[in-house]
Nanobody, 124 residues
Framework: VQLQASGGGLVQAGGSLRLSCAGSGRTFSNFFMAWFRQAPGKEREFVAAVTWSGSSTAYADSVKGRFTISRDNAKNTVYLQMNGLKAEDTATYYC??????????????????WGKGTQVTVSS
């Protein structure tokens, strides 16, 4: 699976952005999908994940109630709607795919597939 993230940009605190991650190659719907982020000088951290069907999701405590992950398997795309953005959300955001739920929801780099990142900058 090849993953391409897009939708990042510069936004003021309190604003919104929607990230997209388009997949191609092997069957997209076979994989759990997730978003991670990495701020300068920090480790890459889990943000949100969604199951194959999109019926179940998981979120980091820091984004619960503000971010929403969803997927459209017909378009091979996973989304991250980010509302109420804060300066501490500034990071490079990456999408990832893995067939194991405990792997895709865990921190660390050991995921089956990673996309290139998209930069999100929130000005305060």
């Amino acid at each position: 699976v090849q993953l391409q993230a897009s939708g990042g940009g510069l936004v003021q605190a309190g604003g919104s952005l929607r990230l997209s991650c388009a997949g191609s190659g092997r069957t997209f719907s076979n994989f759990f999908m997730a978003w991670f982020r990495q701020a300068p000088g920090k480790e890459r951290e889990f943000v949100a994940a969604v199951t194959w069907s999109g019926s179940s999701t998981a979120y980091a405590d820091s984004v619960k109630g503000r971010f929403t992950i969803s997927r459209d398997n017909a378009k091979n795309t996973v989304y991250l709607q980010m509302n109420g953005l804060k300066a501490e959300d500034t990071a490079t955001y990456y999408c990832a795919a893995d067939p194991v739920w405990t792997v895709i929801t865990g921190n660390g780099y050991g995921k089956r597939y990673w996309g290139k990142g998209t930069q999100v900058t929130v000005s305060s």
